[in-house]
């Protein structure tokens, strides 16, 4: 059974268009994350939502919007793609807010061309 | 500003001890995770600090020293299957925002 699951895992799109990645875990946890991992492996905190109310929102851009319809599935969606969205997008899951130990899934790369 | 640093890159030899080092200047700090990340794959937790001291894991253990704002990986009989990146990480940085170092990739030869 996969604790947290991402689609897809792979994604090539052209500049402009908008895209989804969707995330599902099943381990009961309250909290649920979006990270954003660039070419230098750097992993940033996007968004976090604790039981489908969004708790973190960090600088990005509007473009972004996650979405989290109940506290099992967030949901990421980016208008508008560029270049420099270009990334490995994870999502992970903690039992509750400020868990230490978090839950990713396999991620998402994305290229925007 | 809130940061984490480690070292870019360490290279060790099979069956060796390697320790990956992490300072952090953060607010409101409760404690130290390590993740690990292989090539392609998704970030797994490993351990946390939250006491000053040394935890024990298998081969791997963690260490943290408030006093000096320090912290530190120690990894034991290395194996090629260790080579991968490692983060540390403030689960509890100011307003609930989880920051990760900048990942040390360890390298091992045979």
């Known amino acids: 059974d996969t604790a947290v699951s991402q689609t897809p895992k792979y994604l090539v799109t052209q500049m402009g268009n908008d895209k989804s990645i969707k995330c599902e875990q099943n381990?009961?946890?309250?909290?649920m994350y979006w990270y954003k991992q660039d070419s230098k492996k750097f992993l940033k905190i996007m968004f976090s939502?604790?039981?489908?109310?969004?708790?973190i929102n960090e600088t990005v851009p509007n473009r972004f919007s996650p979405k989290s319809p109940d506290k099992a599935h967030l949901n990421l969606h980016i208008n508008s793609l560029e270049l420099g969205d270009s990334a490995v997008y994870f999502c992970?899951?903690?039992?509750?807010?400020?868990?230490?130990?978090?839950?990713f899934g396999p991620g998402t790369r994305l290229t925007v061309t | 500003g809130q940061s984490l640093e480690q070292p870019s890159e360490v290279t060790a030899v099979e069956g060796a001890i390697v320790q990956i080092n992490c300072t952090y200047q953060?607010?409101?700090?409760?404690?130290l995770s390590w993740y690990q990340q292989h090539d392609g794959g998704a970030p797994t937790f490993l351990s946390y600090?939250?006491?000053?001291g040394l935890e024990e894991t298998g081969r791997f253990s963690s260490f943290l020293s408030r006093s000096d704002s320090y912290g530190y990986l120690l990894l034991q009989e290395l194996q090629m299957k260790d080579s991968a990146s490692y983060f540390c990480?403030?689960?509890?940085?100011?307003?609930?925002?989880?920051?990760f170092g900048s990942g040390t990739r360890l390298s091992i030869r045979p």
């Open positions: 600090n939250a006491l000053d």
């Open positions: 953060t607010s409101g700090f409760y404690g």
């Open positions: 992970a899951s903690s039992l509750a807010r400020g868990s230490y130990e978090q839950y």
């Open positions: 939502y604790n039981n489908k109310e969004l708790i």
């Open positions: 990480a403030d689960p509890y940085s100011s307003a609930s925002k989880i920051i």
């Open positions: 381990l009961g946890h309250d909290t």
